[in-house]
């Protein structure tokens, strides 16, 4: 049970798939921060120097003094290489985590020195008190090694202060009072680093299934604009994705031609054949129509039941008609067996709408017109194309 608890301290708390994204996720959250610290250390630093440096005596007015300038020299040049390296690291959190790992190290030693250096003077600890709970909020690394780095660094200050003059007068106070900052710079470390951890997986969770309800609501969306038997566009999609664009840019477009399909003596051959194979019908009209209107770039609607329109934009009459003409002649060309004759294939008859330049409400318009131009198709003897004329 111990052992387990202890390992789950150590490993890191969510599935490993997650691992990259929320470390990147960590970095980018504290690198700002993380930057702003360094560089105001640096600058204490440097302002530490130079104080000394023109202090009465100046750095070398004594050894302790001289120790002290050189702490926070290299104090300082430890920031100056961290700042340096640190923006290599803002997509790479492997190598964040080593850099801070070693900027901690360099801490662990720098609190150390700097506190046996204040105990020379018969000061208190408090550069350590300062700086433990600031490595708990400034290092983002894994609880369990900044815990390692500041038990070390509780054991290195120990050690070091009771070397000095009054270490060992004072060595209760210090090992009570540093132990319990160690305790407190512990559990911040663990709270801190899985709030953080947290509220970054909440929201990788909360953007999956986003994204996963956004995708279900298109694909819901892509069905109820869908036949579900020829798989083209239905009645929503002709006002949807067809009507709308054009009442927004059809200005923009040239002309506009609506072709109204219906299939030949389509009861028929429902009644001979049967309804499951008339679908087998219909499908194969809408698979040609479909493979033309990709090519083509025309947009295909089942209009409902065994009729079909197409709509396009930006070609001539000429054009068109002759576009009519090879749809026509490619539903012909499938063999799909005619009710009315043997060795006849089912046709189309095909009514044409064309306008050379769009208005508000063109398409009803035009879908009407091609519906009265289908009409004298079917009356000249099906199997034709017919453009409407008024």
Request: with cysteine; glycine share 4%.
């Amino acid at each position: 049970m111990l052992k387990e608890k202890l390992h789950s301290l150590i490993r890191f708390p969510y599935e490993e798939k997650y691992r990259d994204q929320l470390e990147l996720e960590m970095v980018s959250l504290n690198y700002r921060s993380e930057r702003t610290i360094a560089f105001f250390m640096l600058v204490m630093q440097l302002f530490m120097i130079i104080v000394f440096t023109f202090r009465p005596g100046s750095i070398f007015y004594s050894y302790r003094r001289l120790r002290y300038a050189i702490a926070y020299a290299v104090l300082a040049v430890g920031l100056i290489v961290l700042l340096t390296i640190h923006k290599r690291a803002q997509n790479n959190w492997r190598l964040h985590a080593r850099l801070c790992t070693a900027f901690g190290i360099l801490l662990v030693f720098w609190i150390s020195f700097i506190s046996y250096l204040d105990a020379l003077g018969d000061l208190s600890i408090v550069v350590y008190c300062s700086f433990l709970p600031m490595m708990a909020a400034f290092l983002m690394l894994p609880p369990h090694i900044l815990s390692i780095l500041h038990i070390l660094t509780c054991i290195l200050t120990n050690c070091l202060v009771l070397l000095t003059p009054y270490g060992q007068e004072n060595m209760f106070s210090t090992l009570i009072n540093s132990s319990f900052i160690c305790l407190l710079s512990i559990v911040y470390s663990y709270r801190l680093y899985h709030a953080r951890l947290t509220g970054i997986y909440d929201k990788i969770i909360i953007d999956q299934k986003n994204q996963q309800l956004e995708a279900a609501n298109e694909k819901l969306d892509r069905l109820s604009m869908t036949d579900t038997l020829t798989t083209l566009g239905n009645r929503r999609y002709l006002e949807e994705s067809v009507k709308s664009p054009l009442e927004k840019y059809g200005v923009h477009m040239g002309s506009l031609a609506v072709l109204l399909l219906d299939i030949d003596f389509f009861k028929q051959y429902n009644d001979r054949y049967g309804h499951q194979q008339g679908d087998v019908c219909l499908k194969t009209v809408a698979s040609v129509l479909s493979s033309f209107s990709k090519q083509e770039d025309f947009q295909a609607v089942r209009y409902g039941g065994e009729e079909f329109v197409l709509v396009t934009t930006g070609l001539s009459a000429e054009e068109i008609m002759a576009k009519a003409e090879q749809i026509r002649m490619s539903v012909a060309s499938t063999q799909i067996a005619a009710p009315q004759k043997i060795n006849t294939s089912v046709t189309v008859s095909i009514g044409v709408s064309y306008h050379a330049s769009w208005k508000p409400g063109l398409l009803e318009t035009a879908i009407e017109e091609a519906d009265r131009a289908l009409y004298r198709a079917k009356q000249n003897g099906r199997n034709k194309t017919i453009l409407f004329t008024d």
